[in-house]
């Protein structure tokens, strides 16, 4: 996953990119990448608590000038927005190979993976949902955050909270995020079946309103409302589907919260008489 992350980052500039080492026949500038170790939520190195890679990037030309502006290259390419990431980059120093004359320059990156953290928010905006709307409709305890619970519930009218999806835009800060929330309303079909789906909408578009925050400085925006039928053997039901923007952003922690990077216990050693920088990192993450 990672790695077809990187190559599609850093394919295209001026220099080749390569895993662990220049192939043989190939000639400098060259970029290598090696993936140094994981960390994971039970790490608790991760920033938000995520999981990723930790990174490191060797750049190799034949001068030290040529070396340090494709360093920046490689650099301005990081720390561009990449969705779904979170980059962190340390600049390691340089060293020179004398064997094959050519320079080199070390740059560190944690590179967190925001997907699981959209996957954890859905489950606290599908409980917040349900929370808000338990007890304040006609629809009673009946509300469900899960497909499960919704699908075997057999008291009606029932409520059904899901995601349809979340997307993260990073700007290595402030992330901004947008998911889709949508509410089911299911009651039997009969004859009484469109006023309560109508009364319904009405009460929950009453709690799920622009201003109601279901999560801190999130805004709510009612999208589309539509009607649909289904069955289960001799059952037949009827359902009223509203449909919502939830967009919010979430501030990077005060950094007195976070384990500094350059302390998350992994000791980058770099060995200047090595053409390959060896790291060792202290973390045992079995």
Same mark, same amino acid.
């Given at each position: 996953m990672i790695?077809?992350?990187?190559?599609?980052? %850093?394919?295209? %500039?001026?220099?080749?990119?390569?895993?662990?080492?220049?192939?043989e026949g190939n000639n400098v500038?060259?970029?290598?990448?090696?993936?140094?170790? *994981? @960390?994971t939520p039970e790490d608790e190195h991760g920033p938000y608590g995520a999981e990723g890679d930790r990174v490191r990037f060797s750049i190799w030309d034949k001068g030290y000038k040529s070396a340090s502006e494709l360093k920046d290259e490689v650099i301005a390419v990081l720390e561009e927005a990449h969705p779904g990431y979170l980059i962190s980059i340390e600049d390691r120093g340089d060293l020179y190979d004398k064997d094959s004359g050519v320079c080199g320059i070390i740059i560190d990156a944690e590179v967190t993976t925001l997907q699981t953290?959209?996957?954890g928010e859905q489950s606290g905006i599908r409980e917040a949902a349900r929370v808000a709307l338990t007890g304040n409709t006609t629809a009673g305890p009946n509300v469900f955050a899960t497909r499960l619970g919704f699908a075997n519930?057999?008291?009606f009218p029932c409520i059904g909270v899901r995601i349809d999806d979340t997307q993260i835009e990073s700007d =290595?800060?402030? *992330?901004?995020?947008a998911a889709k929330l949508e509410v089911n309303v299911k009651t039997l079909a009969d004859v009484t079946a469109e006023n309560t789906l109508e009364a319904l909408t009405i009460q929950i578009e009453a709690i799920l309103h622009p201003d109601a925050q279901l999560l801190p400085g999130s805004a709510l925006?009612?999208?589309?409302?539509?009607s649909r039928f289904s069955s289960v053997g001799r059952l037949n039901y009827e359902h009223r589907l509203?449909? @919502?923007?939830?967009d919010y952003r979430t501030e990077p922690p005060d950094s007195g919260d976070l384990v500094d990077f350059n302390h998350a216990d992994v000791d980058w050693q770099? =060995?200047?008489?090595?053409?390959?920088?060896?790291?060792?990192?202290t973390l045992s993450l079995d």
């Open positions: 790695e077809k992350a990187i190559t599609e980052w %850093l394919g295209g %500039l001026s220099a080749k990119l390569y895993p662990l080492i220049v192939p500038p060259a970029i290598l990448y090696r993936i140094e170790s *994981q @960390f953290i959209a996957e519930c057999d008291s =290595n800060g402030v *992330q901004k995020r925006d009612i999208t589309d409302i539509s509203l449909s @919502f923007d939830l770099t =060995n200047p008489s090595t053409t390959l920088p060896e790291a060792k990192d």
